[in-house]
Nanobody
Framework: QVQLVESGGGLVQPGGSLRLSCAAS????????MYWYRQAPGKQREFVALITSGSSINYADSVTGRFTISRDNAKKTVYLQMNSLKPDDTAVYYCNMNGGWWGQGTQVTVSS
């Protein structure tokens, strides 16, 4: 059984930064592809970033150059550093393991 727990969300002004964390349970983390997705009010959940077990990385075009995904296998944690935040980044952010398990999400609100 895998559990994913996100943290680090909050209210930030446009141009600000936040770092999200997703802590995983179980022994599969180091072999897993880890994803960040987000869902804004009234919109479908969308892909944000991916880091594979070999640390290959991919980003959505909308966040490229502003967001950075990373992982710490010893801590079983994946991070999402978000810089230059915009109001359009407002959403619930979810982590995902291997396209299967989901966390409960953490709210990010970008507003002045």
């Amino acid at each position: 059984q895998v559990q994913l727990v996100e943290s680090g969300g909050g209210l930030v002004q446009p141009g600000g930064s936040l770092r999200l964390s997703c802590a995983a349970s179980g022994s599969a983390f180091s072999r897993a592809a880890m994803y960040w997705y987000r869902q804004a009010p009234g919109k479908q959940r969308e892909f944000v970033a991916l880091i594979t077990s070999g640390s290959s990385i991919n980003y959505a075009d909308s966040v490229t150059g502003r967001f950075t995904i990373s992982r710490d296998n010893a801590k079983k944690t994946v991070y999402l550093q978000m810089n230059s935040l915009k109001p359009d980044d407002t959403a619930v952010y979810y982590c995902n393991m291997n396209g299967g398990w989901w966390g409960q999400g953490t709210q990010v609100t970008v507003s002045s």
